[in-house]
């Protein structure tokens, strides 16, 4: 082994060999930083700031959780899992989002006190995926969401289920599910009688299990069953199933509680997993479940084959004599079912070895991964029980299997409901949704093609049963033929975007890969309407499937992109030949297997758009679009860790704009290395940052050659501490850049493309600018909630900050103010830009009776050192002022609205100045500004500013309401 080799090898070994998990963000932490984050807020100067949201809404995010108004089902509540909680009063044709003035939009479930109009929000979603985001406690509104009071349970992470007493609403009873990374205690079933102000724990097992589904008897709230669920994730490995997970049941409204599942039919031991309840009445009760065990057709199977088929192990110290001597159509098969490289038949294999060429063990090293856990074969998966005695005995519903019903996930469904008219009549989610009618003894298949997969919620009306609601990873559908057939109710923008990029079409598009939702491009200037519905053509396009990952444009030819799923498949796509082609890249005899991260990164060189990157555990590169591969690195992470998620694994790569072959790259097990020639040689440059954590973003500065931008990210430790650094010599020495953020993860850093000293941060529940690079942070609030920022990606040409949410999909903000702002002068009034308006003479006009008259708008923009009045004037060019206004203002960025009217006094001035003018009433009996140069002065507290403002001839054609006129007179 070359020296330089074995010297990264034993570095990284060390790196490996100790592993040790960052500590989970504290309670007290978490509720001190939401009162800093309030305050970041309050004292922004760029809190003004405006972003559109450019969608897109056919496509959704994770529906958690429904409330319904028993009194009128037209009118219900819906939580999203990273979106936040809508309201609709028509059925579902509009909502309005109740949620934007929370800390969070990430919701684990809601309940509603109706009579008094008090909605509980339990946050932090329970689905315990890799993309299930913390909450922060319990949240409170009495006035529909206009504001929202924490009240406690901080530490609870994840709350699965809140219960109200009917009678008394300070009463509450709240299932928290606790960390999902991490031991903690604040997990169970906790009480309230004050309306939240305390809270009382009533039922706490231990700090590895929580409580995954909570139900009360409808007839009698005394008496409730609870369902405890052991789950342990890690970043490297989940277990979603344990011998404290069980079923329990109180019979004092949750002031006490007893494990019912003991010795009586429901099943017990380590295999147990998550468990969902439906309450019929008192006594009889439905729980479906995820069973962990594995089937003993798959033990005997397993066994059968294990004797006859060649294993890989046979082969790591097999001689090259024993391998001549191998039954050929044997070796064929093990080629075959290890996947191979096609080339390798039995024949050429044993023409190799004979020859020396390669060694019979590396037909073992070639299936062998030492950081996967082998699998004992399928496990049994959803089951339905039933107890009609209050818990004291349970049977199955059904025999044999529920097949290709919960996979091998069904941590993230195992969730029911039953008609409340008919007990037998009970339906069930999973990556399809079914349905009994006879119990649960069998089922039928209720999805339609408008329905997506992996469900996660189905209500079922009381009153009138065909009518459901159903909640799943594509949004909202409902029923009302008891889901023979399905209406879609995504109206909404709330895509769950993992990655983002933009091309340089005009009008430019957006391209990103969402979660479960595949990969869809997008024109930037979309806005929501239902015309489409009429057109027959929704402007955003799917372009790829599964869970949409990275995305990557050809800049010579935008119809050539590169997109793909999990774990690095990916594939190269003609968008305007349908032409696609797979270039996921394989290792070859004498390698290990690759890992591939689940957001697999990938980049094209800025410098050859033929060459492409592609990160697994090592740093892939190919010279002609994907079509052949070559590993220009060792392994660049610390080694991996046994489990059943891939890790040990690349997460971001960046090549600097000033030279080819300079590279970064980080991993998920948190090693930074850099290589300046292409690849021939790598140094870890992570080594005095925080160790072991997740590497979100490394990216080479494109201002200065030697530096460079790395953030990490403790949020698979339940650490939330942001972590951000700046090298300025190539990662030899950081500086941390974290300054004043609050605690929240952070997920991506971008520099400006104008000013060097201005970056762009997104975390898990905001965007910042920072003027003074990362010496302070700025929140980018205007327009925009609490919702995590996966990605940020600049169109340069636009100058706009496209802005990928994991929840409220994409949001845009124009650039021009924030670089024209200079930071130096803060104590100055500073009256930025003016875009040029085209004129028009359909201002102030309608074309019909029915239609609001047209009116322009145009944004007075100006950087304000304190907040107060505005003085604003519109003024000729001989200084007369046309028009004059007094508006509120804030410190630091405003925006002001202006229609372009002016006085009448104004328009009296201004005819007097231009002798050949005439300016007419519109409609609208207003007076416009007719083309010509102007001033707008802005005066705030005794300072001024003046900017100049052109209106231009433009199109003078005459719009229809102009015919329509000329029509009337002939």
Do not use: C
Not at 701 to 718: E, M, P, Q, T, W
């Amino acid at each position: 082994m070359p020296i330089r080799f074995l010297l990264f090898f034993l570095s990284v070994s060390v790196l490996s060999s100790t592993y040790a998990q960052q500590p989970a963000s504290t309670s007290s932490s978490i509720s001190q930083s939401l009162i800093e984050k309030n305050e970041l807020i309050k004292n922004s100067l760029v809190k003004n700031i405006p972003f559109r949201n450019a969608g897109p809404t056919i496509m959704s995010g994770r529906v958690v959780d429904l409330e319904v108004n028993p009194e009128n089902s037209t009118e219900f509540y819906v939580a999203y899992a990273t979106g936040g909680v809508w309201h609709t009063t028509n059925n579902g044709i509009t909502f309005k989002s109740v949620f934007d003035k929370a800390p969070t939009q990430n919701v684990g479930d809601i309940a509603v006190n109706w009579k008094n109009r008090i909605i509980w929000v339990g946050t932090g979603e329970t689905i315990s995926s890799r993309s299930s985001y913390a909450g922060v406690g319990i949240l409170k509104s009495t006035d529909n969401g206009n504001s929202w009071t924490s009240v406690g349970l901080y530490d609870s992470h994840h709350i699965s289920d809140i219960i109200l007493d009917k009678n008394d609403p300070d009463v509450v009873l709240v299932a928290a599910l606790g960390h999902l990374y991490s031991q903690n205690e604040e997990r169970g079933i906790f009480k309230t009688v004050d309306g939240g102000k305390t809270w009382k724990k009533t039922l706490f097992i231990n700090s590895d299990t929580g409580i995954i589904n909570l139900g009360e008897a409808p007839e009698n709230p005394s008496i409730l069953y609870a369902a405890a669920w052991e789950r342990e994730r890690q970043a490297w490995d989940f277990k979603g199933s344990g011998e404290n997970s069980g079923i329990y049941k109180s019979t004092d409204a949750g002031d006490s509680w007893n494990l019912i599942t003991i010795g009586n039919g429901f099943p017990q031991g380590a295999g147990v997993g998550r468990i969902g309840l439906a309450v019929v009445n008192e006594n009889t009760i439905y729980a479906v479940h995820d069973n962990q065990n594995i089937r003993e057709t798959n033990k005997e199977e397993k066994r059968d084959k294990e004797a006859k088929d060649l294993k890989p192990k046979i082969f790591e110290n097999m001689s090259s004599s024993d391998f001549l001597a191998l039954n050929t159509e044997e070796l064929d098969d093990y080629l075959k079912a290890n996947r191979f490289p096609k080339q390798y038949d039995a024949a050429k294999a044993k023409e190799l070895v004979k020859k020396g060429k390669i060694k019979p063990s590396d037909f073992y090293l070639y299936t062998h991964d030492n950081t996967v856990s082998e699998s004992d074969g399928e496990v049994i998966g959803a089951e339905v029980f039933k107890s009609t005695d209050g818990g004291k005995t349970w049977n199955r519903t059904h025999e044999g299997y529920i097949e290709d019903f919960f996979y091998s996930y069904g941590y993230v469904f195992a969730e029911m409901d039953v008609n409340p008219q008919d007990e037998n009549e009970i339906y069930l989610v999973g990556v399809p949704l079914i349905k009994s009618v006879d119990g649960g003894k069998t089922f039928t298949y209720i999805d339609e093609p408008n329905v997506h997969v992996d469900h996660h919620i189905i209500w079922v009306d009381p009153k009138m049963p065909n009518h459901l609601i159903n909640g799943n990873d594509g949004g909202l559908n409902m029923s009302y033929d008891a889901g023979e057939s399905w209406s879609k109710l995504n109206s909404m923008p709330l895509a769950q975007f993992y990655a983002i990029n933009v091309d340089y079409e005009k009008p430019y598009n957006i391209y990103g890969g969402l979660q479960d939702n595949g990969t869809w491009k997008g024109p930037h200037n979309y806005e929501y309407s239902k015309d489409y519905e009429a057109e027959g053509q929704y402007p955003f396009k799917r372009v790829g499937g599964g869970d949409g990952m990275q995305v990557q444009i050809d800049r010579r030819d935008s119809d050539v992109i590169y997109v793909g799923s999990q774990f690095g498949f990916y594939n190269r796509l003609n968008l305007k030949t349908g032409a696609r082609k797979f270039i996921k890249p394989s290792h070859d005899l004498g390698e290990s297997p690759y890992r591939f991260n689940w957001e697999t990164p990938i980049l094209l060189s800025s410098h050859n758009q033929d060459i492409l990157y592609m990160g697994g555990n090592k740093l892939m590169r190919s010279m002609n679009q994907g079509d052949d591969w070559t590993a220009i690195s060792p392994d660049l992470t610390a080694g991996g860790k046994l489990g059943n998620v891939p890790f040990g694994t690349l997460t971001t790569i960046s090549e600097s704009v000033f030279q080819f072959g300079l590279i970064y790259s980080g991993s998920d097990d948190g090693v930074i290395q850099v290589t300046q020639d292409a690849g021939g040689s790598w140094d870890i440059i992570s080594g005095n940052l925080p160790q072991n954590l997740w590497v979100s973003t490394v990216i080479a500065s494109i201002h200065n050659k030697s530096r460079v931008y790395a953030v990490l990210n403790g949020y698979r430790n339940d650490d939330f501490q942001p972590y951000v650094y700046k090298s300025d010599d190539y990662g030899q020495n950081w500086k941390d850049i974290s300054s004043n953020l609050p605690l929240s993860p952070i997920n991506v850093i971008v520099e400006d493309p104008k000013k060097e000293n201005i970056l762009y941060l997104g975390t898990d529940d905001a965007s910042y600018v920072s003027f003074d690079n990362g010496d302070r942070w700025e929140v980018l609030d205007g327009s925009m909630p609490n919702v995590a920022v996966h990605d940020l990606v600049i169109q340069t040409e636009a100058n706009d900050l496209v802005v990928g949410t994991h929840g409220r999909s994409i949001y845009i903000a124009n650039l021009n103010e924030i670089q024209e702002f200079d930071s130096s002068k803060t104590n100055e009034l500073q009256l930025f830009d003016m875009e040029t308006v085209d004129f028009s003479t359909n201002w102030g006009r309608s074309w019909s009776a029915w239609r609001a008259a047209s009116t322009p708008e145009t944004k007075i923009t100006f950087f304000s050192p304190v907040a107060g009045e505005a003085k604003v004037e519109v003024i000729s060019t001989n200084g007369k002022t046309l028009k004059t206004w007094k508006d509120t203002v804030d410190k630091g960025f405003n925006y002001l609205q202006y229609d372009l009217s002016i006085s009448e006094s104004g328009k009296n001035l201004l005819e007097k100045e231009r002798k050949d003018l005439k300016i007419s009433k519109s409609q609208n009996e207003t007076f416009y500004l007719p083309p010509g140069a102007y001033s707008i002065q802005v005066e705030v507290n005794g300072k001024s500013a003046k900017t100049a403002l052109e209106i231009k001839e433009g199109s003078r054609r005459r719009d229809r309401a102009e015919r329509a006129e000329q029509e009337q007179e002939d």
